[in-house]
């Protein structure tokens, strides 16, 4: 999964949204949540489909508190989708099928 960045902290999410021009999209959650656990192989499914179109980055809200808290995550799983540093969409939902087609819809914007 080199289209997956593991985020370290604040700075390194804000770094990593700078660096990319193409659609990013930040997927915030929490190890021990069932639901992010049950979703996990589906989510590399889901990268593995956009190796060089989309840069996924993997927060942990726990390790990474003021990111989640900066981008107001109330809930995990969490993607929230980024064209040049700007928020263009978010979903709240594990559902692998739902974030292909919303991959889809922005990746050329």
């Known amino acids: 999964m080199n289209n997956v960045t593991a985020i ?3 700075k390194h999410f804000e770094a990593c949204l700078s ?3 193409t659609l990013q999209v930040a997927y915030f959650y929490t190890p ?3 639901s992010c656990q049950l979703f996990a192989q589906e989510f590399v499914n889901v990268t593995n489909k956009f190796p060089d179109s989309v840069q996924f980055l993997k927060i942990d809200i726990e390790r990474c ?3 989640a808290r900066a981008h107001r995550i109330c809930c995990t799983p969490t993607f929230v989708f980024y064209v040049q540093n700007e928020k263009v969409a ?3 939902e ?3 099928e739902a974030l292909t087609e919303l991959i889809e ?3 050329s914007e």
Do not use: A, D, L
């Open 32 to 34: 021990w949540s069932k």
């Open 90 to 92: 978010e979903f709240s």
């Open 8 to 10: 370290q902290n604040h």
């Open 19 to 21: 660096e990319f021009s």
């Open 94 to 96: 594990p559902n692998g």
């Open 65 to 67: 508190e003021e990111t």
């Open 105 to 107: 819809r922005h990746k």
